[in-house]
Each structure stands twice: as C-alpha cells, then as structure tokens.
C-alpha cells in the first residue's frame, strides 16, 4: 500500500479552475497507473483521469476536453487540472494509484472536497 496526500480542493466559481495534486509515499515513477476519481452525494464513483508511468493518458466522459492529468517524477506530484468547472463537477475527488485501474490492492487517498458554486 501506497500513502497517497491530496490537496487543492475547496470552493470554486462556476466557470473557474481547479488544480488538485497528489503526492505518493513512494516513487511515481513506480507506480504502473495513477488517477483521480470522484464522488458526488448519491451517485457511484467515477473516473475523472488516469495516466500511466508511460505517460498515457485516459479521461471520464464527464470531463473530456476539460481536465488535464499530469505526473512529475522530478516532484513526485500527480496533478490534475480542470477548467470551466459546473456545479456538476461537486464532488470528493480521489487520488488512485495501483497496478491498473481495476487492482484490487490498489491505493487511495482520503479524498478533497471540491464545491462548485456561486
């Protein structure tokens, strides 16, 4: 298990950005795939972005076009960028890291608030 620390999340404007970062206990570079996910009230899990130590990268449907993840060896840091942010995109957002996205024994942070309002 990997001990992952996430931080950025708070209230946004609609319309606004948003820059969430997630620092692993271990070295990026080792870690196959890593992601955010996200959680609304009432509604299941869903991916936002996923991106592999190859640099591929995979996004939700809910935030094609929008968001923007990116990992750092020299900073160890996993970053997410989203823009044009809606009142739809509330939600606990989730760092992931594991072996792939289904990895059973995969690792996850304790989650950030995001609140997209006015």
């Known amino acids: 298990q990997v001990e992952l620390v996430e931080s950025g999340g708070g209230l946004v404007q609609p319309g606004g950005s948003l820059r969430l970062t997630c620092v692993p206990s271990?070295?990026?570079?080792?870690?196959?795939?890593m992601a955010w996910y996200r959680q609304a009230p009432g509604q299941r899990r869903e991916l936002v972005g996923a991106?592999?130590?190859?640099?591929?990268?995979s996004y939700g449907d809910s935030v094609k076009g929008r968001g923007t993840i990116s990992r750092d060896n020299r900073t160890n840091t996993l970053t997410l960028q989203m823009n044009s942010l809606e009142a739809e995109d509330t939600a606990v957002y989730s760092c992931?890291?594991?072996?792939?996205?289904?990895?059973?024994?995969?690792?996850w942070g304790q989650g950030t608030q995001v609140t997209v309002s006015s």
């Open positions: 992931f890291a594991g072996d792939s996205l289904s990895d059973p024994q995969g690792s």
């Open positions: 271990a070295r990026i570079w080792r870690l196959r795939v």
């Open positions: 991106i592999t130590n190859g640099g591929r990268t």
